[in-house]
């Protein structure tokens, strides 16, 4: 992992905003609701692009129509501090591929391509508690 994603992944686990170049963390506070607190979030911009957003249960990532080695890499530094091992970012044809642990019997992984159109693509995060809904709250 290069130093600015350690730099990255810290600023997000600290709850800090951060800058360094063409790189941004900026985290979102919300208010408090009495027994029901929503977390925190945690956005990551990349030249100005959203590509990335950590929530307690989640990682939403999209690469805002830059398919390029370093949208690739900083994708890659946030889904393995986040979300662990087997979870990556691969490039194939011009397109970004999403590799995630696969619950199927007998297959180790599950991929997922990340369109051209610069889509949103959710990935949960292993052993986390579901995020409660506007229903709940």
Known sequence: MRKIEEQICSAIRSGKDFTSGSSRVEHIEFIDIPSRAIPSRAYYYLHDNNIAEIHH???????????????RS?????????????YGVSMSGGRFLVRMPSNIKGCSWSWQVMDS??????IKRPNQIETPTIEEL
Do not use: Q
């Open 57 to 71: 249960d989640c990682i939403k990532i999209n690469h805002c129509g830059y398919i390029t080695a370093t949208t």
């Open 74 to 86: 900083r994708l890659n530094a946030l889904l393995g501090e986040f979300c662990g091992p087997g």
């Open 117 to 122: 159109n610069a889509r949103w693509v959710t």
